[in-house]
């Protein structure tokens, strides 16, 4: 029986041997947001570790990350739901991990982004609920607060045709306002200023309320970043039409 046992203990420490220098390499190419072979590190680890949400979560961002090189909307979406697979995998391991919420909120804002009025009002409360839950567990998460604020930018500038989707679907829409965004962005802000989209989201606030100097000043100064995050090419496309309109 000792013996046996110590078999098995070899075994799982070799496995978890393995698993973290998969890991690593994964890590290495998802810091440069080469997804596709980042998977290829990834995958093999977690089926080593099958309840390791932080390796989840990993994984669940290269299905996020691969979607601009997909080229249909089929693909993309496909890929989004696989995203939020992993996720809520993610949350059943580790019910106290923020990121594994907030990975929830963005595949599933992800996926709306391709599908229709109903789809988008139908996702548009489990996002707040995510994302709600990913600051509690994690005040300092700074794109949790990101997201709360975009939530609250989207629902106040939505239009009426999309409230009354929303009061369909729901009966009532849970209040947003722009206020509400201004302060979730400006708390992303205080965490993390080197993030570009966290200033450039706050300036088209900013411009939904008709406030356009703010508005210049921020998405201008959002622009003269460096890009670091991977949409941080595609955020400035939305400052710029933004601009435009000013």
Avoid: C
Wanted: proline share 4%; glycine share 4%.
């Amino acid at each position: 029986m000792k013996a046996i046992l110590l078999s098995l203990f070899v075994l799982v420490s070799v496995s978890a041997q393995d698993a973290a220098t998969l890991i690593q390499q994964g890590d290495v190419l998802d810091q440069k947001y080469q997804a596709e072979d980042a998977l290829k590190y990834y995958l093999p680890a977690e089926k080593l570790q099958p309840d390791n949400a932080d390796l989840l979560v990993k994984i669940a961002r290269q299905y996020i990350y691969r979607m601009t090189t997909l080229g249909s909307a089929a693909e993309k979406l496909a890929s989004a739901k696989t995203a939020q697979i992993y996720a809520e995998r993610a949350v059943k391991a580790d019910p106290k991990n923020s990121d594994a919420y907030l990975s929830i909120s963005v595949s599933l804002g992800r996926q709306i982004q391709l599908q229709g009025n109903r789809e988008k009002v139908t996702a548009s409360k489990p996002i707040k609920e995510y994302a709600e839950k990913a600051a509690k567990l994690n005040p300092r998460n700074d794109y949790a607060w990101h997201i709360l604020a975009r939530w609250h930018q989207g629902i106040a500038g939505a239009n009426s045709f999309i409230i009354s989707i929303a009061r369909l679907v729901y009966g009532e829409i849970p209040p947003a306002s722009n206020a509400e965004a201004v302060k979730y962005f400006e708390k992303a802000i205080a965490l993390r200023p080197d993030r570009l989209i966290h200033h450039l989201e706050l300036g088209r606030t900013y411009a939904q309320m008709g406030k356009k100097e703010e508005a210049r000043q921020l998405i201008n100064k959002a622009l003269a970043m460096p890009n670091r995050d991977k949409d941080d090419a595609e955020t400035k496309e939305r400052g710029k039409k933004t601009l435009a309109g000013l």
